[in-house]
Structure formats: C-alpha cells, structure tokens
C-alpha cells in the first residue's frame, strides 16, 4: 500500500466579526445580563400595519402615547440611531426568591414578579452602560451606542424575535429556552458589524392554556393583547376607575398580572436562579395587606416602594386597586376598613372603588355607610359609585 502525504490544512483563523460578536455575547454574560443575541439595523416591515391595526381595533386605548405615528417611527431602528450597524439584543431573567403569601388571616394582594424588587429600567440601563463600557476597553476605542428599554420607540420584542433570543408565546410574551417568559428586554443599538442571529423556529403548537386562562378574557387572539381589558393595564395604567365588568376579575392582583405566565408550561419548567436584585426587601413588595394599602400615607408609600416599579401606580392607583381586590377576597372583618376608606379616604379613586365593594358585601353598616356617602361625599363620581353600590346591593 502506497502511502501518500497528505498535505497539512491551515487551522482556520476565525473570522473577526464572528470572533467579536462572540467577545461581546462572553462580556454581556459577565455584566449581569443573562442573555444576548444579535440582529441587524434592518427595519420590521411587517410590523407596521400589524401595529395600526391593532390601534385601530382600540387595542391600546388608554395608553395616549401609542400614537399610529410612534409605531411607524418605531418600525425602523435607524430613526433612533442613524450610524448603529447592529443591535444587541439583551435580555435580564427577572425570576427572583418568592417569600410566599404570609398565612396571617390578613387579605393580601398581589404584585407581579418583575415589580418585586428594583426597577427593571435602572438595572438594565447600568448593566447595559457596564457592558458598553467593557466592550470600548476591549476595542481600545470608543464605541457609539444608544442603550433602550421599554420606554423608547422600538418594539422591544419583535427586536428579540428576530435576534432569536427567544419567541413569541400565544399569550404575546418573548418565551426565553430555559427562563420562560420571565425576562426583560433591552437593546444597545451598537456602531459595530456584529454577526447577526437567526431567529428560533419554535412555537406553542397546539397549546391555549393561556388564553382560555387568562381573568378577563384580554388574550383576545393568540399574540393579540387587548390592553383595556388586560389587568396589567388596569392596574398600573389606568388613571381613572376601573371598568364596572373588569373589577370582579381582578382577584387580589395590586400590581400588574402574571396569570398568562404563570400557567405557561414553558414558564413552570423555567430554571429557577434567583436573582437578588428581583427578590423582595419586605412583605410589602410582593404580597401588601390590602388594609394597609387602603390606610398608607403618602409617606409610607414611597419609602416602601422606593426604587420599584410600583411607583408608578401612585397611591391613590394601589389604594383603588386595594379596595376592588378587598371587595373580591376580603370578608366581613375588612367592611370596617373599607367603611373608614369610603369616609375617609383623601383621594376619591379610594372612596369610589370602596363604595363597590362595600355594595358586594351587603349588611346594614355598609348600606348606612353608602347612604352617607350617596348623600354627602363631596365628589358626583363617589356619590354615582355608592347610589350604584345600593342598587345592586347584596
Ligand atoms: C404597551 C406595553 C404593554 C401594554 C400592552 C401589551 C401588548 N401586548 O400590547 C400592557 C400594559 C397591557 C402591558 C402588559 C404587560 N407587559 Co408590557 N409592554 C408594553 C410596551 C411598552 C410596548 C408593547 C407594544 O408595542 N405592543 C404592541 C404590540 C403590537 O406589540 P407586541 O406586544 O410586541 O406584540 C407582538 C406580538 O403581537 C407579535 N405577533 C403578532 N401577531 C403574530 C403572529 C405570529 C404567528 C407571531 C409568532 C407573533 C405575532 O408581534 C407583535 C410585535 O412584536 C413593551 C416595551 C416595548 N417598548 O416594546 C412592554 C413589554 C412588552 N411588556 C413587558 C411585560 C413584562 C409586561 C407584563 C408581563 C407586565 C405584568 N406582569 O403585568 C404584561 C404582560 C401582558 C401580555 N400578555 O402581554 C415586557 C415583556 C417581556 C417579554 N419577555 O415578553 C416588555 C417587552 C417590556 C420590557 N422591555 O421588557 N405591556
Ligand atoms: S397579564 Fe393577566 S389580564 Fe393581561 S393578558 Fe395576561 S392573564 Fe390576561
Ligand atoms: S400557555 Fe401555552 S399557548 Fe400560552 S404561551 Fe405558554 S405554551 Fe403558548
């Protein structure tokens, strides 16, 4: 047998834009975010009459700034930053130690998971300023960036779909492989040639769990949310009372909703890690006794939930919503509190939603109470609630 050389391959020197995205995903992991994935500048041509037609189909009404003209704007990423040459997808698992509910005997409401410790904003910001920073030291030069999450115009998940960091569950959330759904979303838009990602070919086959699941029915299609009826809408959104027919759905949800999440297999069969920076400081941030947020003051409120999400319901928004949860899970014990509320409350979201549940409870201390109110509370919105409450009294 003759035995010919063969002549010695050179090991392939690996292509430099494959060997700096790799860099940059390796830097990502090391500042705190626990995924990152690559797409391009390209704009999302199909997301445009996606997005104006579910304007049109009063999908986001409420929300002022979801104009037809921001979600035209937010269609092309390079009306945010004109020289990106690709986007980083990035992504925090917000999964963090749950205390369980206190088994006290209080009624206590609930704050969705990604409120329960500090803002999501601010920490995905720092990481992503980290991670900027990190990858100017390793090119030794600077970098442009421009840094986004949830507030800017761009549509946070159609960026992750396309970069594969994860895809679209029927209940509208990005489901992550391995973390599920719960994970927040940022991009840095980054002035360098990255080797973009494919997206995942996965879906939820024949599931529905969620939509047929969901309180209020808000999951009116799959991938389609309709926000008026989403309690995450109505809780932190809403500025003014809650719709009639949605108050019985709310349950004890404070803050927010995680029903469609919660009963997502993919979600359940996530890991569990639970990050420090999304596990509650105290009680409060995840399982409030409703009678306390009915009574905080202004005072209380903000040093409880300094440097949170919930902020942004403001008192008087987490005190409503503390009176309808009252009137769903409370009983007889709370009808004195929601009776001090409806007296008392500085605020007339409080009083009005107050009078509804007192109208479910029913016996002669609340009807004497919305009697009152019907005649003297200084507010035609309250006085409306409580002569509503006593026509449909229990
Ligand atoms: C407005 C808004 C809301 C509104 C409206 C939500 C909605 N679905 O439209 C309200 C207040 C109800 C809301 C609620 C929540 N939100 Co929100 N919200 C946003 C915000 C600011 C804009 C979303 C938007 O543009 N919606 C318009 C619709 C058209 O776009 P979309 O929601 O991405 O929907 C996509 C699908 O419909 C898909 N699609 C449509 N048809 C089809 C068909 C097929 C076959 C497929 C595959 C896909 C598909 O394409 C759309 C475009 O990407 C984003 C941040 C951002 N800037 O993007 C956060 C954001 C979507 N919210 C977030 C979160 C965490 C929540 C809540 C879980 C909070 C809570 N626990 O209460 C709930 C979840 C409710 C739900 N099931 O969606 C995260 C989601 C993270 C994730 N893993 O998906 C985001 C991305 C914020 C962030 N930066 O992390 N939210
Ligand atoms: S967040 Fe709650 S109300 Fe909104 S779609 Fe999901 S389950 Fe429905
Ligand atoms: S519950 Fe089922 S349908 Fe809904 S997102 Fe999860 S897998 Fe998809």
């Not at 990005?174 to 990255?194: A, K, N, R, T």
């Amino acid at each position: 047998m003759e035995l010919t050389a063969r002549p010695l391959l050179p090991i392939p020197s690996p292509d430099p834009r494959c060997a700096l995205t790799g860099q940059v995903k390796l830097l990502a992991a090391e500042c705190g975010l626990s995924v990152a994935r690559v797409t391009t500048m390209d704009p999302f041509p199909a997301l445009e009459p996606l997005m104006l037609e579910h304007i049109a189909a009063g999908r986001v009404t409420g929300m002022d700034w979801f104009t037809p003209e921001r979600a035209v704007f937010s269609t092309a990423p390079r009306n945010l930053h004109p020289a990106a040459r690709s986007i980083l997808a990035v992504g925090i698992a917000y999964r963090g130690a749950d205390p369980g509910l206190p088994d006290d005997g209080q009624p206590r409401g609930r704050i969705s998971r990604y409120a329960w410790g500090v803002d999501y904003h601010k920490l995905l910001k720092q990481r992503m300023r980290t991670l900027h920073e990190r990858i100017e030291a390793h090119l030794g030069r600077p970098v442009e960036a421009r840094l986004l999450t949830d507030t800017a115009r761009i549509v946070d998940r159609a960026v992750s779909a396309r970069a594969g960091l994860g895809w679209y569950g029927k209940h509208s959330c990005l489901i992550v492989p391995g973390f599920g759904s719960w994970v927040l979303l940022g991009e840095l838009l980054l002035d360098l040639e990255l080797e973009p990602d494919q997206p995942l070919d996965r879906d939820c086959g024949s599931c529905t769990i969620c939509l047929n699941q969901c309180p209020t029915g808000a999951l009116v299609a799959p991938y389609t949310v309709d926000a008026p009826r989403c309690l995450s809408f109505q809780t932190i959104e809403q500025r003014g009372a809650i719709p009639h027919e949605i108050r019985p759905r709310l349950g004890a949800w404070v803050f927010g909703c995680d029903v469609c999440q919660e009963v997502c297999p993919y979600t359940g069969a996530a890991r569990k890690p639970a990050d420090p920076a999304f596990t509650p400081a105290r009680i409060e941030q995840a399982y409030p006794p409703l009678r306390w947020l009915l009574t905080m003051t202004e005072d209380e409120f903000r040093e409880v939930y300094r440097g949170t999400p919930v902020l942004r319901a403001k008192r008087r928004g987490l005190a409503r919503n503390a009176a309808v949860a009252l009137g769903n899970v409370g009983g007889e014990a709370d009808i004195p509190w929601l009776i001090a509320a409806l007296d008392g409350h500085d605020e007339l979201l409080p009083r009005g939603h107050a009078a509804w549940a007192l109208g479910r409870f029913g016996g002669a201390a609340a009807r004497a109470a919305l009697d009152r109110a019907r005649q003297r509370d200084p507010d035609p919105w309250v006085r409306e609630e409580a002569t509503l409450a006593l026509e449909t009294f229990s």
